[in-house]
């Protein structure tokens, strides 16, 4: 759906109250307090009631992101925030567009402001019960004056600030200046210099988008509930299951049992350690070339977060339907609770429920869709996201360092946004196990998975010397895998795997898959310091083309990589 149309608004065009603010322009100097800045959205993807609680929404996570503090976010209900101390550094976030940009500052001033004239809440509705901070939009920014007369405003009540901006094109428009002399004045006011961060580079406007909608699947039945009651389930639905070929033809003839031990094992602590980092890399880098696939061990997340996480999946799944179906996808849409690439009626189904999410960058969420039940769960999908976008950056930092690419960003910025499928395989009847699949066949679209199982039930299989062969990850570890994405970049160096999983008839399984890529509106291509003088053999096009061809077909093999190839 697209988002809801802003209102054009204009410093002038605002109702006199908005301007009323008894602030002595413009002033700068350095700030003793860091300023907040975000380079982001004034839309929510849902229908606020108004366009400052759209606001509050945006800012949330850019002023999370920048406190370091924890955040409660109630979708169009307002946000309570729990600031931690300031950060050491100030912080880029990411971008999405919008009409105009503005500045915000916390709701306390706006409160005291609108009290003085008599008027109760300027319209935060909800947001005035919630306790603490709360953001408001001050005033939309449209020339070089009112940057100063806003940096100032914020200085003087030590506020964070946070700047909320429009795609490149229009900040030019309006500025008639450089992007980069606008945030070099940012910066300077907030006292931080040029400083860089994690998250971005200062002075450098990223110019990006939430994501765009994509398509989505068909509509099928729910496979949990189906597997409730097996004998309820008509001959012409089980059909849609049923495949022509038993899947244990195709089992590898000759796979010793033993023979997962030796999908690779990288350590992470060693390889970024210097005194093992070179054999660790060298690991990584024969993993990639002859495996796609690696198991990561001593990743350096917590053993409490990531049992948690499974704890939080189990217990989600195992709520009501009609609860899980509250969080369903909407037609036309990828995120929630359903299924991935049903395109036809006529296609073999998949003998799973999936819920996806949209989980890095914060601005990206959709939090709509982040269950309430467990209430564990938001705060332990958002500790385990971050710490799994760690590794991932890590990882693919040291795969550029293995791939002579010289500047790593070209590759760590495949970690720059991620994803999370989280995988209900029911146990299927005994008598048609055989030939029903919990996931077809498939490469992942992405960068680079990170895939956690959450129990000891095996089901994953990876394509290897024409057979499958089944892989069980070790305790504790996070089961790497090279996606599409990578493969394109690396010219086909790394390739990314065809695996699929299958289904018991007895137990349960589940997994959380993390697949991490760059933000929205990059090019995805054959990277020139990998193809130096050889040809390119794949096409470049946009990532929403990309995404578009993955998200409109079936799972279906290395397909969408043949479609990339430069025949
Ligand atoms: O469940 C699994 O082990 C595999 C999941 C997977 O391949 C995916 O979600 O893309
Ligand atoms: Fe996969």
Redesign the pocket.
């Known amino acids: 759906m697209p988002p809801p149309a802003e209102k054009s608004r204009s410093w002038s065009s605002l109702p006199a109250p908005h301007r009323r603010q008894a602030i002595t322009p413009p002033t700068l100097v350095p700030a003793a307090n860091p300023i907040a800045v975000r380079l982001g959205c004034r839309r929510c993807s849902h229908d606020a009631p108004s366009q400052t609680q759209r606001v509050s929404m945006a800012t949330t996570s850019a002023y999370v992101a920048a406190a370091g503090g924890e955040a409660a976010v109630w979708p169009c209900r307002g946000t309570l925030l729990r600031p931690r101390p300031p950060p050491p550094r100030l912080a880029f976030l990411s971008r999405t567009p919008a009409r105009g940009a503005s500045i915000s500052l916390p709701t306390g001033l706006h409160r005291a402001a609108a009290a003085a004239e008599g008027r109760t809440g300027m319209g935060v509705g909800s947001e005035e019960k919630e306790e603490g901070l709360t953001w408001l939009e001050l005033e939309p920014i449209d020339s070089d004056d009112q940057l100063d007369w806003a940096l100032a405003a914020g200085q003087q009540r030590g506020a964070p600030i946070v700047l909320l901006c429009s795609p490149l094109e229009v900040i030019k428009g309006v500025f008639g200046n450089s992007p980069a002399s606008i945030f070099s004045k940012i910066l300077d006011a907030s006292g931080r210099g040029a400083e860089s961060t994690d998250l971005g580079k200062p002075g450098v406007l990223m110019e990006d988008t939430k994501p765009r909608n994509l398509g989505g699947s068909l509509p099928v039945p729910n496979v949990q509930d189906l597997a409730a009651r097996p004998e309820d389930l008509p001959p012409t639905l089980l059909d849609r299951y049923l495949r022509p070929q038993p899947r244990t033809v195709d089992l590898l003839p000759d796979a010793p049992a033993d023979e997962q031990e030796h999908v690779p094992v990288v350590d992470l602590g060693r390889l970024l350690g210097q005194e093992h980092g070179a054999e660790e890399a060298a690991r990584l880098r024969f993993a990639c070339e002859n495996w796609g696939f690696f198991q990561v061990v001593n990743h350096g997340i917590p053993e409490e977060t990531m049992e948690e996480m499974k704890r939080n999946v189990m217990g989600f799944f195992a709520l009501p339907l009609a609860e899980k179906a509250s969080l369903a996808q909407k037609p036309g849409g990828i995120e929630g609770y359903g299924q991935a690439f049903v395109v036809s009626e006529e296609q073999k189904l998949d003998w799973a429920d999936?819920f996806y999410l949209l989980t890095q960058p914060p601005t990206y969420r959709d939090l709509h869709l982040w269950p309430s039940h467990p209430s564990t769960f938001k705060n332990c999908l958002e500790s385990y996201s971050a710490e799994v976008q760690r590794v991932a950056g890590e990882l693919l930092r040291v795969m550029a360092e293995n791939l002579g690419v010289r500047d790593h960003s070209d590759m760590t910025r495949l970690a720059a946004t991620q994803s999370t499928?989280m995988?209900y395989?029911p146990p299927c009847p005994e008598a048609h196990v055989d030939r029903v699949l919990?996931?077809s066949p498939?490469s992942?679209a992405t960068g680079l998975?990170l895939?956690l199982?959450v129990s000891s039930v095996p089901?994953?299989q990876i394509r290897r010397n024409g057979g499958w062969l089944p892989v069980m990850p070790l305790p504790g570890a996070l089961l790497a895998n090279v996606g599409d994405v990578i493969e394109v970049f690396t010219n086909g160096k790394y390739k990314s795997v065809e695996?699929?999983?299958v289904v018991n008839a007895r137990e349960e399984?589940m997994?959380i898959?993390a697949?991490h890529s760059s933000e929205n509106g990059t090019t995805y291509g054959p990277l020139e310091d990998i193809v130096g003088d050889q040809e390119a053999r794949y096409r470049s096009i946009s990532d929403e083309e990309f995404y578009k061809l993955v998200v409109s077909s079936e799972l279906d093999g290395k397909k969408i990589m043949d479609a990339m190839k430069i025949s």
Do not use: E, I, P, V
């Open positions: 999936m499928r995988n395989y919990g996931l498939h992942d998975t895939l199982q089901g994953l695996h699929r999983a399984r997994s898959a697949f």
